[in-house]
């Protein structure tokens, strides 16, 4: 039995090996530290720990309540996990016909297929559906993704936008004012008729948050079909003349500025080829 003199915090001791205290547990969350390694989005570290995937100093976890600090050993499917990566971004210029996930049920081609062979395990900052194009951010950072992905963020998303017929100002009105579709409510939009091209015209649109299909179910609701949607720009992060299909570094003090991230040490520096790089063709 101790005595008396030792203090509790040496005594008691958590179910996963860790030491326990009655303050708050210090280090960071188990699936904040996977996601800062690049394993997953914390959403996808939540699953790959309640599944059992995860050890912590040897001990299997369930549960992503749970603080670790740098001296815990973690395992995921029995490997080491990597020290943490520096927080990266990448703009990419999303083709059309590339699905934006790493798997596709029905056997489609995906933006990771078509990525450079050297690119690191990487996660897209939200999603273009498979016809639309443009600007896609991505990251190695499950952190970076969240917080772009917030609403909070609120972040201005501009879109160029090509639809069939002759759309007037009032007829556009609707969408500036905030339309619902199917009961589901869209925020005001940021709508210009840029100019006419025979059948077609083209439009700027800028709104501030990404539900499905938002812009095609919006134009729709007025009567207006999209038949091309290219992101320009997320925020400050813009396309600007990346060609289709290449992919750009964003440099690391941007991402500081823009992010608020901390300064890193020397050794943790990556530095940006600061060249887009091709993708290689969808296999």
């Not at 499905?212 to 396309?239: C, T, W």
């Not at 750009?248 to 990556?270: F, H, M, N, T, Y």
Request: charged share 30%; glycine share 10%.
């Amino acid at each position: 039995m101790p005595s008396p003199a030792t203090p509790l915090a040496c005594r008691a001791t958590h179910r996963y090996g860790l030491p326990m205290t009655q303050d708050t547990p210090k280090g960071d969350r188990i699936a904040k530290v996977l996601a800062r390694a690049g394993i997953a989005s914390r959403r996808g570290a939540e699953e790959i720990i309640t599944a059992g995937r995860v050890s912590v100093n040897g001990k299997r976890i369930d549960s992503p309540a749970l603080n670790v600090t740098h001296a815990d050993k973690i395992t995921v499917d029995g490997k080491p996990l990597n020290a943490p990566e520096p927080e990266r971004l990448w703009l990419y210029h999303k083709p059309a016909g590339l699905v934006t996930t790493t798997k596709d049920e029905q056997g489609r081609s995906t933006i990771f297929d078509a990525l450079p062979e050297d690119m690191p395990r990487v996660m897209s900052v939200g999603r273009l559906d498979l016809n639309s194009e443009g600007l896609l951010l991505l990251t190695n950072d499950g952190g970076i993704k969240r917080k772009l992905e917030l609403p909070s963020t609120g972040w201005m998303r501009r879109y160029r936008v090509r639809v069939n017929g002759r759309p007037t100002d009032p007829q556009l009105e609707p969408l500036r004012k905030g339309v619902t579709v199917d009961g589901e409510r869209f925020q005001p939009m940021q709508v210009t008729l840029d100019r006419q091209q025979g059948a077609n015209a083209w439009l700027t649109v800028g709104l501030r948050e990404g539900k499905n299909r938002e812009i095609r179910r919006a134009m729709d609701s007025i009567g207006l079909a999209v038949n091309r949607l290219i992101r320009v720009s997320y925020g400050p992060f813009q396309l600007g003349e990346l060609k289709q299909g290449a992919v750009e570094e964003v440099r690391r003090r941007v991402i500081r500025d823009q992010l608020g991230l901390e300064p890193e040490s020397a050794a943790q520096q990556v530095k940006p080829s600061g060249k887009p790089r091709r993708t290689r063709k969808p296999r």
